[in-house]
């Protein structure tokens, strides 16, 4: 079972991101795919250090003290996150700058973090000919300037914070702009021409990239890279 303690046989990164392990050894593929390296499936030895003023601490509440600490960082990269998402939001209001714009930067900046696999290299070339996520960095340096296609954007990264860090967004709010980005892009496809314009089709892929997920609407349990 992923992600329940003492009953879960994953590798140790699976376990944390609470997906679906192969147990292939002495690494999973999983990992392999994603980039990462392994960190295998054997329990880590633990050391306590007991002073005079603690002599009588414990590996339980070494290992409590622990988690809060990484609970404690885990929120500070959240406020993080949010912050960013939060100045993302606000500049979808701001007028497009000449190539690319604000706003589709800001949107870069977070997918490239969160939506696009960790692997040893982050060159921005070879992100760009890497064919199964190259459409992003081409959505988010599209010119043409479309409240459609900045609202479709703006809901991805709203799903890919809330799947990262559920406690910074919610989903209740992801669902929101999701849904609003749905409704833009009908009431324009009733325009003359629109539905023939770049960007449009642009809005289509990021908003259907978030229907074949849909994995932010039920569980993270499943979530995948």
């Given at each position: 079972m992923v992600g329940v303690a003492g009953k879960s046989r994953a590798c140790h990164d699976c376990k944390r991101r609470r997906v679906k392990c192969d147990f292939q050894k002495p690494s999973c593929m999983r990992c392999e795919k994603a980039g990462r390296a392994c960190p295998g499936y054997d329990r880590a030895s633990i050391f306590v250090n007991r002073t005079l003023s603690e002599f009588t601490t414990t590996a339980r509440v070494a290992i409590a003290e622990a988690i809060s600490l990484q609970v404690q960082i885990s929120m500070k990269h959240s406020s993080r996150l949010l912050q960013t998402f939060e100045q993302l939001?606000?500049?979808?209001?701001?007028?497009?700058?000449?190539?690319?714009?604000?706003?589709?930067?800001?949107?870069?900046?977070?997918?490239?973090?969160?939506?696009?696999?960790?692997?040893?290299?982050?060159?921005?070339?070879?992100?760009?000919a890497t064919s199964c996520y190259s459409w992003v960095h081409a959505v988010c340096h599209m010119v043409p300037k479309s409240n459609v296609l900045n609202q479709?954007?703006?809901?991805?990264?709203?799903?890919?914070?809330?799947?990262?860090?559920?406690?910074?967004?919610?989903?209740?709010?992801?669902?929101?702009?999701?849904?609003?980005?749905?409704?833009?892009?009908?009431?324009?496809?009733?325009?003359?021409?629109?539905?023939?314009?770049?960007?449009?089709?642009?809005?289509?892929?990021?908003l259907s990239t978030c229907e074949v997920?849909?994995?932010?609407?039920?569980?993270?349990?499943?979530?995948?890279?």
């Open positions: 939001q606000a500049n979808i209001t701001v007028p497009q700058a000449p190539f690319p714009g604000t706003f589709r930067l800001g949107a870069w900046d977070i997918l490239r973090e969160l939506y696009l696999p960790r692997t040893r290299s982050t060159d921005e070339c070879e992100v760009t479709a954007l703006l809901a991805f990264c709203a799903i890919q914070v809330y799947l990262a860090e559920p406690w910074s967004i919610s989903e209740e709010r992801a669902q929101s702009l999701y849904g609003e980005a749905v409704k833009k892009l009908i009431e324009s496809l009733e325009e003359s021409d629109v539905e023939r314009r770049d960007d449009t089709l642009a809005a289509i892929v990021v997920k849909q994995l932010w609407r039920t569980s993270t349990m499943h979530q995948s890279c």
